[in-house]
């Protein structure tokens, strides 16, 4: 049952892998949602299929973060029907390839740009003001480990994230005082579509990947956002890395004969 005390939290990506692992884990934790997405489709079953099975109000919409009108109706969106928003999950992102900076798809650079950093700075700069207003609200990004370490094959992947991890950085600073927090959890490899969409749909590469590998699932990272978001509001975590216990950087595995 829905109090004037429910929390609610924005969920970009939450049509596939890490996405919907925290929009499960918040429902279930009694949060509101508001999902986003480029397959409405997904995000409406979710929407519905949480609602149902946790009783709480579950909204979903298209979003694409290339698209700045589609973002900005989607916080209109959630903003006119919860009344504020208490945390803006982004889980959306993607790379694109892993060819060396000098044999790159221009294009496919521009996506991952776009993607995984101009759409969430529009999206937090969309949201933040209503925060600010009301005191309260915590900003949670999904980064990755790859923003942390040079490594061949990711050079705008790695950039776009940790330019984004520097944004965040700053937005700390301006909004200290205010009462918002601001995190930014980069995980390991985790078992979602992500390297399906990496590797351009090419399963061999992806079970390659995989092959006697312990990744960490989806859930995982969830957890991670709901400790993040769930501590008193006295307390800000800045910056979580969470990997999998057979990995130690982005080219260090540990795999299973
Ligand atoms: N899985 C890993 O190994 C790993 C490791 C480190 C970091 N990460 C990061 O974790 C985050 C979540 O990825 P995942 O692992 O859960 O992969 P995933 O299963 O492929 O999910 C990616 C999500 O991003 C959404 N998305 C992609 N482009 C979008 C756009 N233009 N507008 C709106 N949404 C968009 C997708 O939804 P639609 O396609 O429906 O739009 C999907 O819901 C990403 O930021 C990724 O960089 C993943």
Redesign the pocket.
Known sequence: MESSKTKVAIV?????????AVARKFAAGGWALAL????VE?VTALADELSQRHGVRARARM????APNTINAFVEMTLAEFGGVDAVIN?????LGREAADKGDVEEWMTMIE??YV?PIRLIRKALPSMREKGSGHIIN?????ALYPHPGSAVYASS?QALRAFLACVREDTLGSGVRVTNI?????R??????RFRGDTAAVEGLMKGFR?LE?EDVAECVWFAATLPSRVNIDQITVLPTDQTSPTRLHKSS
């Not at 970009?12 to 919907?20: D, Y």
């Not at 979003?63 to 290339?66: C, Y």
Request: aromatic share 2%.
């Open positions: 970009t990506g939450a049509s596939s892998g890490i996405g919907q986003g997405a480029r397959r997904a979003m694409d973060l290339r889980c959306a992102g993607l790379a993607t995984d759409g999904i980064g990755a480990l790859a994230k980069d995980p390991g490899i985790t979602t579509g992500f390297a399906h969409v990744p989806p």
